[in-house]
């Protein structure tokens, strides 16, 4: 690992974002009002699936302020004006236009629109994570043509000269909905004679995907011990603070438009929407302004940004929608939607022989611009932090008539980390190993270089004994199961559950060539540019994304330690395609591991450059030039130097530099790894769960993780406090759920809990350190860390409170009825045997007895909140 000075990087320095966060003068892209600018509200179907056999649009466009009303037929030739050869060679997405032969060779009639004219035989979509050859890809059309697939979809848009009488109109179109079979249900999806969300493909299978490494059947033909669970990923919605929105201009330049959209990922926003609109690339600029979170839902090209900028060409005015909450629920992109079935194979000492795993995912509706792909980012992890022999993994994609699934926090990681700690558990309980003993047998030797994994892809390094070892200590684990004894012996009604998580993960996304053999796209790669001013100060311009993780203070301390600056000195640049005409932006925890790295390798060029100057001033050998605290000096004379801004000036004016040397400190680097990297950590959850009540609080959170070096400690803690919040949030309170219909019955913050303070403990955070060999930097990325490790971690907490019941499996969201009903199951099915007290008590010496065998009597049909809970 190279050196870097450490003068800021690992102090924790405040985030120069927040004064102008904290003080109202942040600029979201809701501030953003233009001269001439119309205003768009989109009318969306009630019907999760429904013929539209005819909009009669005529009273809307006669409401006070309304300027026009399109439909979907009335845009149809909207989005393709100028048609590029090969989009996919521009853009490195094959994005907007796939041959409409896959899956099903008779499909365009179908496609039809309400006219009667057929439609072009390409499919318009969204998705650029291309799995598998044999991807069904459904037509995707900003606003919906002949067909509705999900309760949310776009049936028309209305412009009006402010937002309040743009949404008025709304009531004044008239739709008429043939309703058709509605499939919410990933399993009944699958069954023959089931609705079809897509007639034309006669099924609701998207794909099928799978992997196997090593000899999976006789792993299990070996085994002592084989035990099978199923465990559901409840879907869950993202929570932004700031909803999505966008305004799209024309530009004086002919042709020219930009567009302000609150996302993730304006340089690839750009990409699409010039593949998907058919304008010219260079002609386009994507603006993410500030942006109030996004959690993976804004890592999307979204049917409104198309539409603004149509409508702006369209018009020539600049346009803008803004997302109100509801229409975030039912229409930005949704997380999980996972059955998992998982097995492992063991020795009678519990060390693992094999694992099979096999996904159903629910696509939703449609495919967004990685719904397919998500999944995938979990094929990789469900053997965790253990070492075996042989893995099997199958995924197969199912459409349902709800709203599309794409990326949220951790993406696919989340889902792989619960199920293997989850069966890590059942697995303690067959052997009779301690939690901790049962992960350590299976434990990876401590490794600082690249080590195969059961996957077939091989971790950067890792010492998963270390971070066990201490949270272990930190969280004084014997006292812990002393005080649990105690309150099983004293029949307390709130129980004490302790839960581990020993996790790793699977970020940094990057290398290229990994990403495009995924069928991902490629261009894992990540731009930063540093560049010296006359005057020393510097500024940085990086293609990553910030929308929240403090890239503007991370990347200025590790460009004022290369350069011997301070970081009130940088400025950051980011987010404006005008300015950084290259970037692969914020997601996968890749920032600091691709982009932060970029800013680091820049910053040494420009050290390099500046030496060599500096050298040429001082008339001495460049090999005698120390660089140190901003000043170049010279070996053995330490009178002798120059200053970085001396150099800095002496670059700018070119008047005295090295022969052939080209003028100005400005250096940029494309880094695009060898590897992706691997954070892992150990974290242990402790809930006290009322027996009466079903009731869980969390009483203790400790977490020892491991991202490598820290650039900011703050920034880190802050990211894990968040992530933890959102995995404690998976395991105990959200779940977006749909009735049969396919109406989402948890459309609005009042009936989709969002856990706030009150429900969140104090956590206790430690580190280790192991450095990663993917780059020069040694760093792993942190984003998503928390969100990986916690579920498993309360889940594993609460059903270790209720052993004594029997009870091996709540599944999540773990609701107080949900609770309180496995306690009553558990005592329905076990009166006989069961010395318990009415009020629903383990009697004293009670065992952990599998009384309803592992993975059944976890699932509650009879809860209140009802619906579909995938
Ligand atoms: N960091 C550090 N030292 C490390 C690792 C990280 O100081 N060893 C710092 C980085 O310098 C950066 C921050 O932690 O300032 C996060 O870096 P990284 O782990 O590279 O993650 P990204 O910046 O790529 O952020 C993406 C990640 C993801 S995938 C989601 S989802 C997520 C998250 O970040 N969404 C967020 N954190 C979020 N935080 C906020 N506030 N809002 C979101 O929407």
Known sequence: MTEAPERYVGGGIRRKEDPALVTGRANWTDNIKLPGMLHASVLRSPFAHARITSIDTSAAKEQAGVVAVFTGDDLADEYEKNPRDNPAAVTGYDLSLHERSQGSASVTDTADNTDGEPVDEQTRTFVAWIVHEELKIPNHWPVARGEVNFAG????????????????????????????????????????????????????????????NGDIDDAFSR???????????????????????????????????????????????????????????????????????GFGSKLNAYSEEVIALILARKLGVPIKWIEDRSENYLATIHGRGQVQDIEVAADSEGKILGMRVKLLADMGAYLHLNTPGIPLLGAFMYPGVYTFPAYSFECTGVFTNKTPTDAYRGAGRPEAAYAVERIMEALARETGLDPAEVRRRNFYEPFDEPTDTPAGIQYDSGNYQATLDRVIELADYEGLREEQRRRRENNDPVQLGIGFSTYTEICGLAPSQVLSALGAGGAGWEMAKVQMLASGNVEVITGTTPHGQGHVTSWSQIAADALGVSPDDVEVHHGDTAIAPYGRDTYGSRSLPVGGVAVHMAAQKVVDKAKKIAAHMLEAAEGDIEFEGGRFSVAGSPDQNVTMTDVAGAAYLADNLPEGMQPVLSEEVFFDPPNFTFPFGAHICVTEVDTETGFVKIRDYFGVDDCGPIINPTIVDGQLHGGIAQGIAQALYEEAVYDEDGNLTTGSMVDY?????????????????????????????????????????????VVDALSPYGITHVDMPASPWKVWQAIQDSQGRDAGTRDADRSGRPAQGTDSADAMGPGEGSTNPDEPTGGERV
């Open 153 to 212: 979809d776009i049936v028309a848009v209305v412009l009006a000269t402010d937002r309040y009488k743009a949404q008025d109109a709304l009531e004044f179109i008239e739709v008429d909905y043939e309703p058709m079979g509605v499939v919410t249900d990933l399993e009944e999806a699958l069954e023959e004679g089931s609705p079809l969300v897509h007639e034309d493909f006669g099924t609701n299978e998207a794909y099928t995907w799978d992997l196997t």
């Open 223 to 293: 085994a002592e011990i084989t035990i099978k669970e199923r465990y559901l990923q409840q879907r869950l919605i993202p929570n932004a603070i700031e909803t999505r929105g966008v305004v799209a201009t024309p530009e004086p330049t002919k042709g020219a438009f930009t567009i302000y959209t609150s996302t993730q990922i304006p340089h690839i926003l750009k990409a699409v929407l010039s593949s998907y609109c058919g304008f010219p690339e260079q002609r386009l600029r994507v603006v993410a302004p500030d942006v109030g979170g």
């Open 753 to 797: 809990l969002i856990p706030g303070a009150p429900e969140l403990p104090n956590y206790t955070l430690e580190r280790t350190v192991t450095p990663s060999p993917s780059n020069v930097m040694g760093v792993k990325g942190v984003g998503e860390a928390g969100t990986i490790g916690a579920p498993p971690a309360v889940i594993n907490s």
